[in-house]
C-alpha cells in the first residue's frame, strides 16, 4: 500500500495540529467515499500527564454517530490505526482528555493497494 496524501480532522474552523488536549471534544466527521481502498489514522499526543483516548465513532450522515464497534473503542495516544476496507461513509474521533495536559494531533492519509 502507498500512501496518497493526508486529510486533517476539524474541530469547528480549527485543525487537530497541535491542538489543546485539555478538554474533551469530537472531531467534525469526514466523508469516507474517497477512502475505500483504505486508511491509517495518526493520532498523536505531547502529554505527560493523563491518559488522553480516542473513541473512533462512525455515521451515515453526518449527524447520527455510533462507535465503531458495539463496545467504545478507547485508544490510547499516541496509536496509529490501518483498515483496508471500510464501508460507513463518515468517520470522527471522540476524544476524552482525562487529565491530560498536552497539546494531540489527529491525521488521516489515504492509501491505494
Known amino acids: 500500500m502507498a500512501k496518497q496524501g493526508s486529510n486533517n480532522f476539524y474541530v ?10 485539555a478538554s474533551d471534544f469530537n472531531t467534525l466527521g469526514i466523508d469516507l467515499t474517497q ?3 483504505g486508511w491509517i489514522l495518526y493520532a ?3 502529554h505527560t500527564t493523563g491518559t488522553p483516548t480516542i473513541t473512533i465513532q462512525v ?3 453526518n449527524t447520527n ?9 478507547e485508544v490510547l495516544i499516541p496509536i496509529t490505526i490501518q483498515q483496508s476496507y471500510f464501508r460507513p461513509k463518515y468517520i470522527r474521533l ?7 495536559d498536552g497539546d494531540v494531533t489527529f ?7
Open 44 to 46: 498523536e499526543s505531547d
Open 59 to 61: 455515521s451515515r450522515d
Open 12 to 21: 469547528g474552523s480549527s485543525k487537530v495540529e497541535s491542538y489543546t488536549g
Open 65 to 73: 454517530w455510533f462507535n465503531y464497534i458495539t463496545d467504545a473503542i
Open 94 to 100: 471522540q476524544y476524552i482528555a482525562n487529565s491530560s
Open 107 to 113: 491525521k488521516f492519509d489515504k492509501v491505494d493497494e
Open 35 to 37: 477512502y475505500q481502498s
